[in-house]
């Protein structure tokens, strides 16, 4: 008779399985951004809301947890209750902060998981229209001519745009010299009047200057040409091998339920491919991924990441308290 009780109460458990996942999402969800709004990927969390509660019946709220470059508001996240409804979305710095800060109090590979890419943004290598600098190739032997009298404008340490800098001077056999800037609109006025030598700045933004011949652009990163400049080449073709590019992206908590990340996955991806966000991202300064990718695709893509910019930051030395 007890066995035959316990076999009823196992079969009733795992009848109700399917019930308590189709009951997700029980609560409101959180989206934990770890920048201040109006930022990148404030934008896009704040673009992605209403979509995703359309989809999943709950009211996405955002917020804001800032401090520390994005750690503190990332921690939260992977030190939330693992049940999908605390979830983290981010920049490309958190595939570097792992390299770049010491003593890193939580690992966004053990203690996060990816849940969807959802844009990317690619960086524009621009100089003034009057620079000698034609191509890459022009800038390589630039630098192993003049080395660190050479200067190139990002928009702050141990970002991506800094160590792209660092990868091109690693090609070329010296190191440039960093400027960082707040921004591309705080940058303009040093490139345009030759100050600076060149910079790498967000490619959605200075893709209008470059078009109207306010600036000359020598290469894009990323994996993919631009369709607004598609005779533009990558990084890579133009002769520096590396494709890794900023992103914004979306996370949860280590030992979330898989069938919650691939119904949250799911949800992105549908959320993404409506027509209005698209629009909305790339006026924000994003571009919307294509085609989207897989849970396992993604955290792929990630680690990938964490290694590749690993690889530049610790050649360059580069550390950050």
Known sequence: ????????????????????????????????VPYPAGGGSDIVARILAEPLREELGQPVLVDNRVGAGGLIGSEAVARATPDGHTLLLTAGALAIAP?????????????????????????L??????????????????IRARG???SYASFGIA????????????????????????????AMPDILSGAID????????MTPHVTSGRLRALAIT????????????????AGVPFEAVG???????????????????????KALALPRVRDAIIAGGSIPIEPPLDLAAWNARFNADVEAWGRVARSARIEVE
């Open 1 to 32: 008779m007890t066995t035959r009780r316990h076999l009823l109460a196992a079969g009733a458990a795992l009848a109700a399985t399917p019930a308590l996942a189709q009951r997700w999402p029980s609560q409101p969800i959180r989206l934990l």
């Open 99 to 123: 390299s770049v800060i010491r003593n890193l109090s939580f690992s966004p590979q053990r203690d996060l998981t990816g849940v969807a890419l959802l844009a990317v943004v690619p960086l």
């Open 125 to 142: 290598i621009v100089v003034r229209p009057e620079s000698p600098l034609r191509s890459v190739a022009d800038l390589l032997a630039l």
């Open 148 to 150: 660190s009298d050479v």
């Open 159 to 186: 970002t991506p745009p800094h160590l792209v800098g660092e990868r091109i001077g690693q090609e070329a056999g010296r190191a440039m010299t960093h400027v960082p800037y707040r921004g591309g609109a705080q």
């Open 198 to 205: 060149v910079a790498l700045l967000d490619a959605v933004s």
């Open 222 to 237: 990323g994996t993919r040409r631009s369709s607004a400049l598609p005779g533009l080449p990558t990084l890579a073709e």
């Open 247 to 269: 992103w914004h992206g979306a996370f949860a908590p280590a030992r979330t339920p898989p069938d919650i990340l691939t119904r949250l996955n799911a949800a992105f991806v």
